[in-house]
């Protein structure tokens, strides 16, 4: 077959063809994988409340969104085994960085798992078990209401990453940030209630 | 006898990133572990493979004058179908590549073998000229990747060889990855007399 000439008509026709072809393609490619990428999604999720609550079997019972003093959005997750906090801190060496942290009722940290990340590896992104029980920088059992948790450099009690400050900093940040909107939610009469809660329930 | 040659080709004689230099981009970015290097070779093969074919069965249908941009149309609607199998089915690759898939859009590579040799050939010559390019691609970006988690984390594939503590730091960031394709290609250059 000939190659077509390259006129008006038919290079509007060949393009414009390529491009629904193209769209169509995608839009079903979209529609088979749209359910496994929720399921994994919510799996991640189920199994980050899990593991920063210390159980197996969290139900999720509440979802709540409220805004940090920086005006990112802080979710809440009350669950039947307790609360577990996912907040972000955009100011990571890589970028923005997402954690979930889990609280006892007195506001001591149970958990915490590192949900999204763009530090660098070998540095930054130790910081998914270096701030864990036993390691370096462990900061399971701190309560953020009695002292900030802040890294050692700048007075604080906990130890950064070594030559990651940067994102220890920003880690640190967040889980604060986390701990203010529990506190908040769970004693609404304090100065905290100020963040503006937006109710978004979901039950099952 | 011509495929074997077409697939030795890619991996040797052309070899993107020894002997072409292309697609710098995702060879720097993703190779600090060999496994990330790895995962974006067999992604970036996938596409190539695909877009080498599909572009060689509909490069008469083209007229000369918007071929890039039907091409470009091509690539994008497979890497972004790709990007999505991945979310679904191996979320755990695209948690570590995530960032980089979108790139393979633009990965000369790519659009390279669509011009210099899909757009020339027959679609199944052009298959095997993806499979060629790719293998190469990920071989190169294997071996970049394990030799900087080896000399940077003391670790191959996630498996520990020594203390971490005696790596160099260096070899995980971006400076030590020039530093480690530079001496790779000498040393490819040299013992394959390419």
Redesign the interface.
Same mark, same amino acid.
């Given at each position: 077959m000939k190659k077509l000439p390259s006129t008006l008509p038919n290079m509007l026709c060949v393009l414009t063809l390529i491009s629904v072809i193209a769209a169509g393609a995608l839009a079903y490619v979209n529609k088979i994988t749209a359910g496994p990428i929720e399921e994994n999604k919510a799996r991640t999720l189920a199994e980050g409340i899990n593991s920063v609550l210390g159980v197996t079997d969290a139900q999720v019972q509440d979802t709540k969104t409220v805004q940090d003093a920086n005006g990112n959005d802080v979710i809440l997750y009350s669950t039947d085994k307790g609360m577990a906090v996912q907040a972000i801190d955009p100011n990571g060496f890589g970028g923005t960085l997402k954690v979930l942290v889990g609280f006892s009722e007195e506001g001591t940290i149970k958990g915490y798992t590192v949900l999204e990340h763009a530090e660098t590896p070998g540095l930054g992104a130790k910081a998914s078990f270096w701030f864990q029980k036993g390691e370096k920088g462990d900061i399971i059992g701190k309560n953020p209401g009695e002292k900030e948790l802040t890294v050692s450099k700048d007075g604080g009690e906990v130890d950064a990453i070594t030559a990651s400050t940067i994102t220890s900093r920003a880690f640190l940040r967040a889980v604060n940030a986390a701990f203010h909107a529990y506190a908040g939610a769970s004693a609404p009469a304090d100065a905290q209630s100020g963040a503006s809660a937006q109710q978004t329930s979901i039950h099952n | 006898m011509k495929y074997i040659k077409i697939l030795w080709n890619g991996i040797l004689k052309e070899n993107p990133t020894f002997v072409l230099l292309l697609g710098m981009c995702p060879t720097l970015g993703t190779t600090?572990?060999a496994i990330n290097g790895m995962s974006m070779g067999l992604a970036t093969m996938a596409v190539l493979i695909f877009s080498n074919f599909i572009i060689s069965c /509909?490069?008469? +249908? /083209? %007229?000369?004058? #918007?071929r890039i %941009?039907?091409y470009i &149309? &091509?690539i *994008?609607?497979l890497v @972004? *179908?790709l990007q999505?199998?991945m979310?679904?089915?191996t %979320?755990e690759v695209y948690k570590t590549l995530g +960032?980089f898939i979108p790139l393979i859009v633009v990965n000369c590579i790519i659009l390279g073998r669509a011009e210099a040799f899909a757009a020339k050939n027959g679609p199944v010559e052009s298959i095997f000229d993806g499979l060629g390019i790719g293998l190469g691609f990920t071989i190169a970006l294997t071996l970049l990747g394990g030799i900087r988690e080896l000399l940077? @984390?003391g670790k191959l594939f996630g498996a520990t060889l020594y203390s971490?503590n005696y790596?160099m +730091?260096l070899f #995980? +960031?971006a400076p030590g990855a020039f530093i480690a394709l530079g001496y790779l290609i000498a040393v490819v250059k040299k013992t394959m007399k390419i």
């Amino acid at each position: 077959m000939k190659k077509l000439p390259s006129t008006l008509p038919n290079m509007l026709c060949v393009l414009t063809l390529i491009s629904v072809i193209a769209a169509g393609a995608l839009a079903y490619v979209n529609k088979i994988t749209a359910g496994p990428i929720e399921e994994n999604k919510a799996r991640t999720l189920a199994e980050g409340i899990n593991s920063v609550l210390g159980v197996t079997d969290a139900q999720v019972q509440d979802t709540k969104t409220v805004q940090d003093a920086n005006g990112n959005d802080v979710i809440l997750y009350s669950t039947d085994k307790g609360m577990a906090v996912q907040a972000i801190d955009p100011n990571g060496f890589g970028g923005t960085l997402k954690v979930l942290v889990g609280f006892s009722e007195e506001g001591t940290i149970k958990g915490y798992t590192v949900l999204e990340h763009a530090e660098t590896p070998g540095l930054g992104a130790k910081a998914s078990f270096w701030f864990q029980k036993g390691e370096k920088g462990d900061i399971i059992g701190k309560n953020p209401g009695e002292k900030e948790l802040t890294v050692s450099k700048d007075g604080g009690e906990v130890d950064a990453i070594t030559a990651s400050t940067i994102t220890s900093r920003a880690f640190l940040r967040a889980v604060n940030a986390a701990f203010h909107a529990y506190a908040g939610a769970s004693a609404p009469a304090d100065a905290q209630s100020g963040a503006s809660a937006q109710q978004t329930s979901i039950h099952n | 006898m011509k495929y074997i040659k077409i697939l030795w080709n890619g991996i040797l004689k052309e070899n993107p990133t020894f002997v072409l230099l292309l697609g710098m981009c995702p060879t720097l970015g993703t190779t600090s572990s060999a496994i990330n290097g790895m995962s974006m070779g067999l992604a970036t093969m996938a596409v190539l493979i695909f877009s080498n074919f599909i572009i060689s069965c /509909i490069k008469n +249908l /083209i %007229p000369d004058q #918007v071929r890039i %941009p039907s091409y470009i &149309v &091509v690539i *994008a609607s497979l890497v @972004t *179908a790709l990007q999505m199998f991945m979310q679904a089915y191996t %979320p755990e690759v695209y948690k570590t590549l995530g +960032l980089f898939i979108p790139l393979i859009v633009v990965n000369c590579i790519i659009l390279g073998r669509a011009e210099a040799f899909a757009a020339k050939n027959g679609p199944v010559e052009s298959i095997f000229d993806g499979l060629g390019i790719g293998l190469g691609f990920t071989i190169a970006l294997t071996l970049l990747g394990g030799i900087r988690e080896l000399l940077g @984390t003391g670790k191959l594939f996630g498996a520990t060889l020594y203390s971490e503590n005696y790596g160099m +730091l260096l070899f #995980v +960031l971006a400076p030590g990855a020039f530093i480690a394709l530079g001496y790779l290609i000498a040393v490819v250059k040299k013992t394959m007399k390419i």
